[in-house]
């Protein structure tokens, strides 16, 4: 019987491969860095190329000792929005692989805005047009070269390696979901919306169930990877939420703090349609990876992102990891007074504007660099507070616990930072590979191998590594501050990115 699951996560700084067996035990990881190249432009890609290289080395390092006929199912998640056009003949790239991060196509996120009633709009797809959707970058390339869409595909990262594999052209629906060309009411690709601008629903590939087998891989991937021809590959769908699915499951009194370059809080929603209520509370929404419902999310764009260009700021050579953390230590635990506004990239849901600027308020000369430090860490905490009380409001519920996976939570004074401000018990599971074993469980019931959501889940150690629990004293400055500074300025703040944005 074949025991093992494969599974690649394919992420906006690292592509990884993880080996697990039917119980959710890791066996086995490998990773590569992804690399993000700028044209003279200005605007940024990944070399497709190259990434299928990529993927071709990190599973033939993780299948080197083992038996590939163990191996039940190769199951592919990857960040949402990432894509590129193929040829629908050759299967050849016709456009760049353009990052969800660049912002080329803001211009055609606001022609989005302008075209549709933004209720109906949002009732459809559960998402705002925004720059990252996969329906601004089309508009976009067509304005650079209409002839680019003729005869072809657009496929997110996950369909784009799925496809080289395999030979197999699809997606699933929590990727479909942010194209802003799908409807996650009816799970079909909205035509009538598409014909508005002149774009036809076969420019995007048929969509599946997350988890579902769509192909086998080909004797040409079997030579490249060193798996056994025939292995069924299934596209496990969005990086984050398969993340949730194994920190949390589908239990909708549960949130899920995603961390990496970009972070966000997931969790399940209960109802069988959105609503005013969901539209009204900023967030975004989508179809599950395990199962027929919903998901919700709030991000940021530069969380851990904040992180990588503080150490570039703090050091020359950039700062080691444990260089930062030592800054950290040394600064006393109470509050800094400082407000940081993490918006590098823009601002997320669940207020989006990609003309948001971060900013420092309250430095003075006493203030030094471990402040500036820990200040990163605050800002990014209090704007996660923000998306977790926007929760609160279409959940009906208080959230009084976080279970929270990824690079951040190596940081300890960042994760007890997030339970001083939040108020809320912060738990870090075992598995720190939290995406690769969600798409592990996701592809695992595509295959039957599990029969449900709840005995996938069952699969996972449910006894956290690490609790975080708030201090009482801290939470009350931090509340103050939060209350007091951050949530008021945020709207001045707006205006005043938006003068320097020129409008």
């Known amino acids: ?271 069988e349609a959105l609503g005013i209520e969901e539209y009204q509370s900023g967030l975004v929404f989508g179809r599950h990876v395990a199962g027929g419902g919903f998901y919700w999310m709030g991000g940021m764009s530069a969380s851990g992102g904040s992180i990588e260009w503080l150490r570039g700021v703090l050091g020359d050579p950039t700062l080691a990891y444990q260089e930062l953390v030592n800054l950290l230590e040394i600064v006393p635990p109470e509050p800094t007074g400082i407000l940081y506004f993490p918006y590098l990239s823009g601002s997320g849901s669940p207020h989006t504007d990609i003309r948001a600027r971060a900013a420092f308020v309250g430095l003075t000369l006493n203030h030094n660099r471990s402040d500036l430090a820990k200040a990163v860490l605050e800002g990014t905490a209090f704007e996660a507070e923000f998306i977790r009380q926007a929760a609160q409001l279409i959940l009906d519920k208080k959230i009084n616990s976080i279970t929270a996976s990824g690079g951040g939570t190596r940081i300890q004074r960042w994760m007890q930072i997030k339970a001083d401000i939040s108020g809320c018990a912060i738990e870090v599971p075992a598995n720190r590979e939290a995406t690769l074993l969600g798409a592990a469980l996701v592809t695992g019931m595509g295959i039957g191998l599990y029969a449900d959501a709840n005995e996938a889940r069952s699969m996972v150690c449910s006894e956290p590594v690490c609790v975080y629990q708030p201090e009482a004293s801290n939470n009350l400055i931090y509340r103050h501050l939060y209350e007091e500074g951050f949530l008021p300025l945020q709207a001045p703040l707006s205006r005043a990115s938006q003068h320097l944005a020129g409008r």
């Open 1 to 271: 019987m074949k025991v093992m699951l494969l599974t690649l996560d394919l992420g906006t700084t690292h592509s990884k491969a993880g080996l697990f067996t039917k119980g959710g035990r890791l066996l086995n990881t490998a990773s590569r860095k992804t690399i993000t190249y700028q044209t003279p432009s200005g605007s940024t890609y990944y070399d497709s190329r190259e990434l299928r290289r990529t993927v071709s080395e990190i599973i033939r390092e993780i299948t080197r000792e083992v038996d590939t006929r163990q191996i039940a199912v190769l199951g592919i998640t990857s960040m949402a929005e990432t894509g590129l056009l193929i040829d629908n003949q050759t299967g050849e790239p016709r456009s760049p692989m353009i990052p969800w991060f660049d912002a080329t196509a803001a211009a055609q996120a606001d022609i989005l805005k302008e075209a549709g009633d933004p209720l109906e709009r949002f009732l459809r797809s559960g998402i705002r047009p925004n720059f990252k959707c996969a329906l601004s970058k089309l508009l976009w390339l067509h304005q650079e070269d209409p002839s680019l869409l003729e005869g072809s595909f657009w496929l997110n990262t996950a369909d784009y390696i799925t496809y080289f594999l395999s030979g197999s052209i699809s997606t699933d629906y929590s990727l479909a979901g942010r194209t802003y060309a799908f409807r996650i009411d009816e799970k079909t690709w909205d035509s009538d919306w598409l014909e508005t601008f002149g774009l036809s629903a076969d420019l995007f590939p048929p969509v599946v169930p997350s988890g579902q087998p769509i192909g086998e891989i080909t004797q040409e991937a079997a030579s490249l990877t060193g798996l056994l021809e025939g292995t069924p590959i299934s596209i496990c769908g969005h990086d984050h939420v398969c993340a949730a699915f194994a920190g949390i499951g589908i239990d909708t009194g549960r949130v899920f703090d995603s961390m990496g370059t970009a972070e966000a809080l997931v969790g399940s929603l209960d109802k």
